[in-house]
């Protein structure tokens, strides 16, 4: 029956249109351009009468023909999130406060003050080397530069009162300076003899023992750290350099501590190298328990954070051969339709969509892959 009506309708139309072919022809022999006109006025009419009865024809087919074979879809609708795109990169804890002391006196040790592990300040005595008498001998220096003073200003006195040479004036004056300077020599290398700590910090190793000798330049004493100043450095790709500046989000990821810390880009270096392309990135970090200079630990560098990014999920998105990424959605017709969209960054699955979508427009979720356009699609609540 359907064939018989389908058939029919067919010769209605062609009959039409040869009976119209004639006509038109016959209008255009006659140059009758009014006419034409109004000719194509009714078919222009006519085409969209046909175009809103067909769809209205194909909607109700699509509601009603139970054997047409339809794709089982679910749809989405799309959502505002927060979007980040991150550099990761491979660094390590360094600090600037990791020496290790040296002596400047050539003795034995005679006194370790400390032990490894324990907290000084700076300044606190560490270590004293056996100075040899010389301490003795400052304090002999000492009494003759006190003696070579008292002189020093009775000359001047005397001198300022005429009486006396000038001679004797001079000579006293010399004494003093010469004591003083000797004095401050030895002064200067007995206080080498005691090693003392240059900054707050913990004692992490002692390399000599009690009474051994040691010697400037080849006896290492130990190795002082401080841990409230410690930082990272990476080797940034040149590419981010518009993307990555001071105060940039920094989260550290520490493996073997199970720790993250989150804060910020302290510097960035102007030099780019011309080896490898990168500029180097500093991340200070303020003194947390359990750090310690040497850790590997991943930089974590946030380049592009979007709190109300529009996302979709990126295993949903479709592709032409010309790279033009699509999705689908479903039209009152319930057929799939393709919506051409552009994207940016990428996070857990979720990809954020720039261009072709708005908030809270439907998509096609699962089956999204599966459909053609203009598709039969029947849509699942799940």
Request: aromatic share 6%; hydrophobic share 35%; net charge neutral.
């Amino acid at each position: 029956m359907k064939q018989l009506i389908l058939i029919l309708t067919i010769l209605t139309i062609v009959s039409c249109n040869d009976k119209k072919e004639i006509d038109t022809n016959k209008l255009i022999e006659n140059k009758d351009i009014s006419a034409l006109e109004q000719k194509r006025y009714e078919l222009v009419n006519q085409i969209d009468f046909l175009q809103k009865d067909l769809n209205t024809i194909i909607s109700a087919l699509n509601r009603l023909d139970s054997s047409k074979k339809r794709v089982f879809v679910t749809v989405i609708p799309v959502k505002t999130s927060k979007i980040k795109n991150k550099i990761s990169l491979q660094s390590i804890i360094k600090t600037n406060q990791n020496i290790v002391l040296q002596p400047e006196f050539t003795g034995p040790i005679s006194n370790i003050k400390v032990v490894e592990g324990q907290s000084v300040n700076k300044g606190d005595v560490l270590m004293i080397v056996d100075d040899g008498g010389l301490e003795q001998s400052v304090e002999f220096q000492k009494e003759q530069l006190k003696l070579s003073k008292t002189i020093f200003e009775r000359q001047s006195r005397l001198w300022a009162d005429k009486i006396g040479s000038e001679i004797e004036y001079l000579e006293a004056k010399t004494a003093f300076k010469t004591q003083k300077s000797r004095y401050s020599q030895l002064n200067e290398q007995l206080q080498k003899s005691v090693i003392t700590a240059p900054f707050d910090g913990e004692i992490d190793d002692i390399f000599i023992e009690l009474g051994e000798l040691v010697t400037p330049g080849q006896s290492p004493l130990l190795r002082l750290i401080s841990t409230s100043e410690m930082y990272l450095e990476a080797e940034v790709p040149e590419k981010y350099l518009k993307s990555v500046s001071v105060g940039t989000p920094v989260e550290i990821e520490i493996p073997v501590l199970n720790k993250k810390i989150n804060t910020k880009v302290s510097f960035i270096g102007k030099h780019i190298n011309t080896v490898n392309r990168t500029f180097r990135v500093v991340v200070k970090i303020k003194k947390t328990e359990g750090l310690s200079p040497n850790l590997i630990s991943t930089l974590h560098i946030f380049d592009y954070i979007n709190n109300n990014a529009l996302i979709i999920p990126t295993n949903i998105i479709s592709e032409n051969s010309d790279g033009s990424e699509y999705v689908y959605s479903v039209n009152n017709n319930n057929t799939a339709q393709k919506i051409f969209i552009k994207t940016g960054n990428e996070e857990n699955g979720y990809v954020e969509v720039i261009e072709g979508l708005k908030e809270n427009d439907i998509i096609i979720n699962e089956g999204a892959r599966l459909v053609k356009e203009g598709q039969a699609v029947q849509i699942v609540v799940e």
